[in-house]
């Protein structure tokens, strides 16, 4: 079960600024940035998440612009330049940030998330998106938003120019030795030359290949033509689902997609997004929650609406059914037909609609008290509706701390009740930098307790199930031992019972399709590392025609 932690410092309400507990003065505050990190690391978190847009957002609604909605970010760090401070302040927690393919070059993007996979020694994620706000366009020289298709054509163009330039430089096209005087090998080096509908990128990149080869992909569009550019393209799929029905139609959806590109279902993983209001009892948790609906006033709540369905909500009686609201428009679709299906579904007025969707950001929203949280997470997560989750706290930073202390051991332990003897299964993927064997160069000569560092209990970390290279999770704040032994295919095949699922040979390594990872990957070789999932496609080797460069004269 994957964990990534929404890195949003407004938290996922958007009542949540004025909570007592809340952080103050949340706006650029790489103090508060800083702390979250930590937080979601010391939790055994794998991942952060920095959503983004391009643009001041709901200047047409004056009541939601001054509370400012969660999603809309008026006043944050580009999210590149962030995670790439958060890099030197943590040593395991993958980075993942935004960036659009509509109104962005694919030269800047590779070369943004190279640097970033180097500074953080191969911990980065592109969360790949087409850009939903017609508005973003306005600041990009374009007077209207870029028709769907079009982004969409784009996005698949930019995505591959993306990985060929990841790929200009062999993993050892920089010997630096300076006895020889060869700072870097010509041979290990070729041009793209790409020539496409949109784009015409030369390369090299002028960055070495990235620590994990490719950086991790994510995106999440669940409309046709974004799930198609998912399954050709993503590893990670974030997901909006009301209930766990739609869920799995989405998840089947999703992984029946793959095998047209060659691909397996466990090469792309598919995170659920979902609030998460917890509490010792289930009477505080509910106690939260309304405390957060009091400090929303019904104009906010109401244009907060009208922002995610994309249509003046104030046109309807605020007591009257919420309407189909059936036609395609430019901006948001998929969270939209969520809510409107959610809607219809449940026979919702507006007022209630806005009510519903207020506190998850339109997203899931999972209330109660340790147990029934960790209860639904294991539903989902064993019925095949996601791999994991995108865990919104509804308050920054203490709905996340509490997630860690009440719910995380609890989920852990009902995780390793299965009962299977060969292997306990083990919750999420250790996000370690680059998901590496001992044996990989940037792991290679460290000490043992400088791979598996002790836990906070000072117990040094075993491998789940006792065999292969997986990693214990720390000890939770209670003082349990939590374990999660990541990203192991053999773990995942015991809970279903399948052959196979013993430990591998010696050294970490098992044969291909075993959803178990292989060592970083050379070019030529046979594997790569990857931080988040394990089997799936590899990046193709360094290969084409050496870039000819011009020869000194002598």
């Given at each position: 079960m994957?964990?990534?932690?929404n890195?949003?410092?407004?938290?996922?309400?958007?009542?949540?600024?004025?909570h007592?507990?809340?952080?103050?003065?949340?706006?650029?505050?790489?103090?508060?940035?800083?702390?979250?990190?930590?937080?979601?690391?010391?939790?055994k978190?794998?991942?952060l998440?920095?959503?983004?847009?391009?643009?001041v957002?709901?200047l047409?609604?004056?009541?939601?612009?001054?509370a400012t909605?969660?999603?809309?970010?008026?006043?944050?760090?580009?999210?590149?330049?962030?995670?790439?401070?958060?890099?030197?302040?943590?040593r395991?927690?993958?980075?993942?940030?935004?960036?659009?393919?509509?109104?962005?070059?694919?030269f800047?993007?590779a070369?943004?998330f190279?640097s970033?996979?180097?500074?953080?020694k191969?911990?980065?994620?592109?969360?790949?998106?087409?850009?939903?706000?017609p508005?973003?366009?306005?600041n990009?020289?374009?007077?209207?938003?870029?028709?769907?298709?079009?982004r969409?054509?784009?996005?698949?163009?930019?995505?591959?120019?993306?990985?060929g330039?990841?790929d200009?430089?062999a993993?050892?096209?920089?010997?630096?030795?300076?006895?020889?005087g060869?700072?870097?090998?010509?041979?290990?080096?070729?041009?793209?030359?790409h020539?496409?509908?949109?784009?015409?990128?030369?390369?090299?990149?002028?960055?070495?290949r990235?620590?994990?080869?490719?950086p991790?992909?994510?995106?999440?569009g669940?409309?046709?033509?974004?799930?198609?550019?998912?399954?050709?393209?993503?590893?990670?799929?974030?997901?909006?689902e009301?209930?766990?029905?739609?869920?799995?139609?989405?998840?089947?959806?999703?992984?029946?997609?793959?095998?047209?590109y060659?691909?397996?279902?466990?090469?792309?993983?598919?995170l659920?997004?979902?609030?998460?209001?917890?509490?010792?009892?289930?009477?505080?948790?509910?106690?939260?929650?309304?405390?957060?609906e009091?400090?929303?006033?019904?104009?906010?709540?109401?244009?907060?609406?009208?922002?995610?369905v994309?249509?003046?909500?104030a046109?309807?009686?605020?007591?009257?059914p919420?309407?189909?609201?059936?036609?395609?428009?430019?901006?948001?679709?998929g969270?939209?037909?969520?809510i409107?299906?959610?809607?219809?579904?449940?026979?919702?007025?507006?007022?209630?609609?806005?009510?519903?969707?207020?506190?998850?950001?339109?997203?899931?929203?999972?209330?109660?008290?340790p147990k029934?949280?960790?209860?639904?997470?294991?539903?989902?997560?064993?019925?095949?509706?996601?791999?994991?989750?995108?865990?919104?706290?509804?308050?920054?930073?203490?709905?996340l701390?509490r997630?860690?202390?009440?719910?995380v051991?609890?989920?852990?332990?009902?995780a390793?009740?299965?009962?299977?003897?060969?292997?306990p299964?083990?919750?999420?993927?250790?996000?370690?930098?680059?998901?590496?064997?001992?044996?990989?160069?940037?792991?290679?000569?460290?000490?043992?307790?400088?791979?598996?560092?002790p836990?906070r209990?000072?117990?040094?970390r075993?491998?789940?199930?006792g065999e292969?290279?997986?990693?214990?999770?720390?000890?939770?704040?209670?003082?349990?031992?939590?374990?999660?032994?990541?990203?192991?295919?053999?773990h995942?095949?015991?809970?279903?019972?399948?052959?196979?699922?013993?430990?591998?040979?010696?050294?970490?390594?098992?044969?291909?399709?075993r959803?178990?990872?292989?060592p970083?990957?050379?070019?030529?070789?046979?594997?790569?590392?990857?931080?988040?999932?394990?089997?799936?496609?590899q990046p193709?080797a360094?290969g084409g025609e050496?870039?000819?460069?011009?020869?000194?004269?002598?």
């Amino acid at each position: 079960m994957i964990l990534a932690a929404n890195a949003n410092a407004q938290g996922s309400h958007v009542g949540e600024w004025r909570h007592p507990t809340a952080w103050d003065k949340p706006a650029s505050n790489l103090e508060n940035a800083v702390r979250l990190a930590r937080i979601a690391e010391a939790g055994k978190f794998d991942l952060l998440f920095l959503a983004d847009g391009n643009g001041v957002r709901n200047l047409d609604k004056p009541d939601l612009f001054a509370a400012t909605s969660p999603s809309d970010r008026p006043g944050v760090f580009e999210p590149v330049t962030l995670l790439s401070a958060l890099a030197m302040v943590t040593r395991h927690i993958g980075l993942v940030a935004t960036t659009t393919t509509t109104y962005d070059e694919p030269f800047a993007v590779a070369r943004r998330f190279a640097s970033l996979d180097h500074i953080s020694k191969g911990r980065a994620g592109w969360n790949l998106v087409t850009t939903s706000n017609p508005g973003d366009a306005l600041n990009f020289s374009h007077d209207a938003h870029v028709a769907r298709d079009d982004r969409y054509a784009r996005a698949g163009e930019l995505a591959k120019i993306v990985k060929g330039l990841w790929d200009s430089w062999a993993d050892d096209a920089f010997p630096q030795d300076k006895a020889s005087g060869r700072y870097l090998d010509p041979s290990r080096v070729h041009a793209l030359n790409h020539k496409g509908a949109h784009f015409s990128v030369a390369g090299p990149l002028n960055a070495p290949r990235p620590v994990q080869g490719h950086p991790v992909i994510f995106s999440a569009g669940q409309s046709e033509t974004g799930k198609e550019l998912s399954a050709a393209t993503a590893d990670c799929v974030f997901a909006i689902e009301g209930t766990i029905d739609r869920a799995q139609q989405l998840y089947a959806d999703l992984k029946g997609r793959l095998a047209k590109y060659g691909r397996t279902p466990e090469s792309l993983k598919v995170l659920s997004g979902v609030t998460i209001f917890v509490g010792e009892t289930e009477a505080e948790a509910d106690a939260l929650f309304q405390e957060l609906e009091d400090l929303v006033p019904p104009a906010v709540g109401l244009d907060y609406l009208s922002k995610m369905v994309g249509t003046r909500m104030a046109a309807y009686p605020l007591d009257g059914p919420m309407p189909s609201l059936d036609s395609e428009h430019v901006g948001p679709t998929g969270i939209g037909k969520a809510i409107i299906a959610m809607a219809a579904a449940e026979g919702l007025t507006v007022r209630q609609t806005y009510k519903r969707i207020l506190p998850q950001m339109a997203g899931n929203l999972f209330k109660g008290n340790p147990k029934q949280i960790a209860d639904v997470m294991e539903e989902w997560y064993r019925g095949k509706a996601c791999d994991g989750f995108m865990i919104a706290a509804p308050v920054v930073p203490t709905g996340l701390e509490r997630f860690i202390r009440l719910v995380v051991p609890d989920c852990s332990a009902a995780a390793c009740s299965a009962g299977n003897t060969r292997a306990p299964p083990c919750v999420g993927i250790w996000a370690s930098s680059g998901r590496r064997t001992n044996s990989s160069p940037m792991r290679r000569g460290l000490p043992q307790d400088e791979i598996l560092p002790p836990n906070r209990a000072g117990r040094a970390r075993a491998p789940c199930g006792g065999e292969g290279p997986g990693l214990a999770r720390a000890a939770a704040p209670r003082g349990r031992a939590l374990r999660a032994g990541r990203g192991h295919g053999s773990h995942r095949a015991a809970r279903r019972g399948e052959p196979g699922a013993a430990a591998g040979p010696a050294g970490g390594g098992r044969e291909p399709g075993r959803g178990l990872r292989h060592p970083r990957r050379r070019c030529g070789g046979e594997g790569r590392a990857r931080w988040l999932y394990a089997a799936g496609r590899q990046p193709r080797a360094h290969g084409g025609e050496p870039l000819r460069l011009p020869q000194p004269a002598l």
